[in-house]
């Protein structure tokens, strides 16, 4: 799966049906027109300054609905505040024909223009957040390339990641989130020496302790972006285990994030199945095996199953009535 395929600005929750939003908001907006209507009919007709009140929904219209429904609005508008509406209510006096088209035209012009300029400021925020993602790209591969033995990681994690969040069932905009933090999990490395994250012997204490904190440095360099204030939980904790050992807060069970558990699983995965500094790789359903092994202890063993069935392999590590009773467990909890 490609990590960057359909890459908006990262998603956050509380997305509302669009039809549904569209119809509330074309309603409002005839309620707006209605209203203008009633209370410059009743305030004495065009004579008065209720007039003024038209604005009103005609640039909400052009804001939510661009220039079609600013456009179609101002025209409402026009005909409702035109040959509909006297110049004086109580006298029966009628407006002359000149005036109300000048006022239809007037109105047909501050929707057009409302719905115009917002489409310019809609395209430049697009442009803004493509370039944010291309930028954040760059930066992911910059640091992955950094390290001929984690070139394109971030990438792949975030692909694994995402299939275990949709095999989840997860809603699109925690997808989103997760596929973001696990393009990030590890930009904390950027401050790590290449002698330590390349060396093929094993680690010192010491060096041991620095790459350790790189999930910490991951979180303190994304945390100051609000774009990627979401992604925290995912980035901080994709190194605690289930069992409360991990770090660097070992947390425990379903105190660690979904978001971490699921790119704790796409981590190792895709670290057992690719060249190190320090082993060759070793093979796809022997990797999977031995994360089966530690679902439980290190893993969340319903993340683990979830990942099973996207490999095809569940059945043939024996973990699916282990990750059964854990989500069994859940609910009864």
Not at 10 to 15: I, L, T
Not at 121 to 130: D, F, I, K, Q, Y
Not at 190 to 216: A, F, I, M, N, Q
Not at 220 to 231: K, P, T
Request: hydrophobic share 45%; glycine share 10%.
């Amino acid at each position: 799966m490609a990590p960057w395929s359909h890459l908006p600005s990262p998603a956050r929750s509380g997305a509302v049906d669009p039809r549904w939003l569209s119809l509330l908001l074309a309603a409002a907006v005839a309620a707006g027109l209605g209203l203008a209507t009633l209370v410059t009919y009743t305030a004495g007709g065009t004579d008065t300054v209720a007039p003024q009140l038209y604005y009103l929904p005609i640039v909400f219209a052009g804001f939510r609905f661009r220039v079609p429904g600013g456009l179609v609005t101002g025209v409402v508008a026009g005909l409702l505040c035109g040959p509909l509406m006297p110049l004086d209510t109580a006298a029966g006096v009628s407006q002359e024909t000149r005036s109300w088209v000048l006022r239809l035209l007037v109105f047909a012009a501050v929707g057009t223009a409302t719905g115009f300029l917002v489409e310019l400021s809609h395209r430049r925020e697009s442009e803004l957040e493509r370039f944010g993602v291309q930028v954040s790209r760059a930066f992911v591969r910059a640091i992955d390339a950094g390290h001929p033995y984690t070139a394109r990681h971030s990438e792949t994690v975030a692909g694994y990641a995402v299939a275990i969040a949709e095999q989840l069932r997860l809603p699109a905009v925690d997808v989103e989130r997760i596929r973001w933090a696990a393009l990030l999990h590890d930009v904390g490395k950027l401050g790590l020496p290449t002698s330590v994250l390349d060396k093929p012997l094993e680690l010192t204490s010491l060096e041991w302790e620095l790459v350790k904190r790189h999930p910490v440095e991951s979180a303190r360099i994304i945390e100051g972006v609000d774009l990627f204030r979401d992604q925290l939980d995912g980035v901080r904790h994709h190194h605690e285990r289930y069992d409360g050992h991990g770090y660097p807060d070992g947390l425990h069970g379903e105190e660690i994030p979904l978001d971490a558990r699921i790119i704790a699983v796409a981590d190792a995965f895709d670290a057992m199945t690719t060249n190190r500094a320090y082993r060759l790789p070793i093979d796809r359903l022997e990797a999977f095996a031995r994360i089966a092994r530690g679902a439980g202890t290190q893993f969340d063993p319903v993340v683990v199953s979830a990942f099973g069935e996207v490999l095809g392999a569940t059945a043939e590590a024996g973990v699916q009535a282990p990750a059964r009773e854990a989500a069994a467990g859940r609910s009864a909890a």
